[in-house]
């Protein structure tokens, strides 16, 4: 079968329908996911296709659409439980960290928790403070949880149907910004990446550029402009958060010995601190340059167009930072 | 509903002297510092709610509870020796040291745990009941749910979500009269519980006297046939907490309040119920006694038996790892 071109919206909704119809324990569930086709349009046609019981709309209840997963998966079902933006799994926390994370450890091993939350996160279309959110690192921050975010429509295929055929919980989050975004997408339904593997999305020699999901755009644009300046830059898409796969991070920097983190979140307690710590403390000898951060600035967003484009994190200030220790 | 007889009978008051002498046992051992940490909730008073509830339940229905959880381990028929290692964080106990007494769980007996975060485990019982219908079985979950988390907003979520969705679960609010220090009519604008389910559009099944396990049993009998054949139930069990609300407790001083409770103790009344009933049944009663204090002895020894957890036991079953 040859690779066929779609949105990533597309290449989601087929890794969830051929899981749904893979395996009849997977099911969806979450605020207007069926007769509403979803508010993302990734489950469009799923309750025609199978109908009401795998396909469960939800009232507005963020806490028992994450704790009801739980608890289904716990029992032998494989939800996928969508948050209709990550916005709102501020009132999910819960339920994801002290129970979808603690139950497989605080009971020893007497259940497993194979659920997925599906939630669209990211910024910069002037949705404002409170809608607004990139917390991806605040739900990487705890074990017994896996983070993925995808950067492509190829990754989101493979990383979602390996986040359902799992036996531990996930969190993924789909960067609004890319749901419309094409790229060409193997057909095959076997088709699952590993996870906790990153990508190297563009191979360089002189800096490492460590990113994911919506940064990896900023990154290779980056990359294209500095390359005409004879600055090759590598870049590292990290693909899941948790795991953290440090281990080709570091192979890139023991061959660059220079990088800039590049996120979409804010700068504090982020991604960007996270590899900069690795970096310092198992690279030392390698470092030929601090480790930069790109990120949102540390604000609440904004409404007014202006200055709201200020803060968002893009292809000139990645440039702009890897000239700074080149 | 099954006749009533005098071998159920008796398994009662079996399980709920057990439990009492394993909260006495609990409450020494913390005494002593053999069990440790900051949380210890004793079910001291409530048993005839819990063993009474459990009873009406089949081995394939479903079990869940917040932190107050060591009594309806022992009634569900955990063994008493692994109860008490996860006590004393003994790497034999049913979580392997790793979960304490609030976190005890039997994945064989179809509890499904003691939970911590108040109200954290009503949503876990809806998606456990909603394996039973998705899969087409008849199975049912019940749910204990404190008074004081009757008002975080898992109850609320859960028990709608539970209704919208017909869902096979009894929820049993055990009504002790307070969370924490917050007396019910404090804590909750409409300080009769059960009248909730009003607005949820689910079966109210009123209150009912949570010192008397054959009234339990009987209602909960009714509830989990509704649940089974329909859908969802919320039932009220009027009980009281011997021990306070646990070991952090600052200075119990409900002293007139207490001894009022233990008039109508759960133990007591279902001995008079079964003198009663039944002829020359005081040694039955006493041997009965026996064994149970000694299941208990056998408990705190092989508990104090085993063996620490290990390093290796820190670091496992953070992942499921084939
Ligand atoms: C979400 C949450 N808030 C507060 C607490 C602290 N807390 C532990 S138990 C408790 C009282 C709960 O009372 P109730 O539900 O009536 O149960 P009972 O202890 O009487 O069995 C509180 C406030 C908690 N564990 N979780
Ligand atoms: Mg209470």
Redesign the interface.
């Known amino acids: 079968m040859a690779d066929k071109n779609m949105p990533m919206r597309e290449a989601l909704r087929m890794a969830l329908r051929e899981e749904m119809i893979r395996d009849e324990r997977v099911?969806v569930m979450g605020e207007e996911v069926g007769a509403w086709q979803g508010t993302h349009r990734v489950t469009r046609g799923f309750l025609e296709e199978f109908g009401e019981?795998r396909v469960?709309d939800?009232?507005i209840?963020e806490?028992?659409?994450?704790?009801?997963?739980?608890?289904?998966?716990?029992?032998?079902?494989r939800?996928v439980a969508e948050i209709m933006t990550i916005n709102f799994a501020f009132l999910s926390l819960?339920?994801i960290v002290?129970?979808a994370a603690k139950?497989?450890?605080?009971?020893?091993?007497?259940?497993?928790v194979?659920m997925v939350i599906r939630a669209a996160s990211g910024w910069g279309d002037q949705a404002t403070a409170t809608h607004s959110h990139t917390p991806e690192p605040i739900f990487a921050h705890f074990?017994?949880l896996?983070v993925g975010c995808p950067a492509t429509p190829r990754d989101a295929k493979g990383m979602l149907k390996a986040a359902i055929r799992?036996?531990?919980p996930v969190l993924f989050t789909e960067s609004i910004a890319l749901y419309p975004k094409p790229g060409f997408v193997p057909e095959e339904d076997d088709f699952v990446l590993p996870i906790g593997k990153a990508d190297i999305k563009r191979e360089g020699r002189h800096v490492t550029l460590v990113t994911y999901a919506r940064g990896v755009e900023w990154s290779l644009q980056a990359a294209e402009q500095l390359a005409k300046e004879g600055v090759e830059c590598e870049v590292v898409d990290l693909r899941w958060l948790r795991p953290l796969d440090t281990a080709t991070v570091f192979e890139s920097f023991q061959k660059t010995n220079r990088c800039v983190v590049v996120e979409e979140s804010l700068p504090y307690y982020s991604v960007g601190s996270e590899i900069a710590a690795q970096i310092q403390e198992h690279m030392f000898d390698y470092m030929d340059a601090p480790v930069k951060r790109v990120s949102a600035m540390d604000v609440p967003l904004p409404y007014a167009r202006e200055i709201e484009l200020m803060a968002l994190p893009n292809a000139q200030k990645v440039v702009d930072a890897v000239r700074e220790i080149i | 509903m099954a006749e009533i007889d005098k071998p159920m009978l008796l398994e009662w008051y079996r399980q709920m002297f057990l439990i009492r002498q394993f909260e006495n046992q609990c409450d020494v051992l913390y005494k002593e510092k053999k069990i440790t940490g900051v949380y210890m909730h004793l079910y001291s008073g409530l048993e005839a709610t819990g063993v009474g509830a459990l009873a009406a339940l089949r081995p394939s229905d479903?079990v869940i509870t917040a932190y107050r959880d060591h009594g309806i381990a022992l009634a569900r028929g955990m063994d008493p020796k692994v109860a008490m290692a996860e006590m004393m964080g003994k790497r034999t106990g049913?979580?392997?040291?790793?979960?304490g007494s609030m976190?005890l769980?039997?994945?064989e007996h179809n509890f499904?745990?003691g939970?911590a975060?108040v109200g954290?485990h009503?949503?876990?019982?809806?998606?456990?009941?909603?394996?039973?219908r998705?899969?087409g079985k008849d199975d049912v979950v019940l749910s204990f749910i404190g008074d004081g988390a009757t008002n975080n907003?898992?109850f609320h979520?859960?028990v709608?979500?539970s209704a919208?969705?017909d869902l096979p679960v009894v929820w049993l609010i055990e009504n002790n009269g307070y969370g924490m220090g917050t007396p019910v009519e404090v804590a909750s604008g409409q300080p009769e519980l059960h009248k909730r389910a009003v607005a949820y559009g689910i079966k109210d099944m009123g209150r009912v006297d949570g010192q008397n396990v054959v009234d339990v049993y009987n209602v909960v009998t009714k509830a989990v046939e509704y649940a089974r054949k329909k859908g969802p139930v919320l039932i009220e069990s009027l009980t009281y907490r011997y021990k306070g609300h646990g070991v952090s407790d600052r200075s119990y001083d409900k002293l007139a309040e207490l001894r009022d409770w233990q008039q109508k103790d759960p133990i007591l009344v279902l001995q008079d119920y079964l003198c009663k009933h039944f002829e020359c049944i005081e040694e039955e009663l006493k041997d009965i006694e026996r064994a149970e204090m000694a299941a208990v002895h056998a408990a705190v020894e092989f508990a104090e038996d085993s063996e620490a957890p290990t390093y290796e036991?820190l670091i496992?079953?953070?992942?499921?790892e084939?």
Request: with cysteine.
């Open positions: 099911f019981k469960r939800t009232p209840s806490m028992a659409i994450a704790g009801a997963a739980v608890g289904a998966a716990m029992a032998g079902l939800p819960d339920a002290n129970h139950i497989h450890y605080m009971f020893n091993g007497q259940f497993r194979p074990p017994g896996y799992d036996d531990n | 479903h049913c979580s392997g040291g790793k979960g976190h769980a039997s994945r499904w745990g939970y975060i954290g009503l949503p876990l019982a809806a998606g456990i009941a909603l394996e039973s998705y899969n907003g898992y979520e859960a709608n979500l919208v969705w036991d496992s079953h953070i992942y499921v084939e």
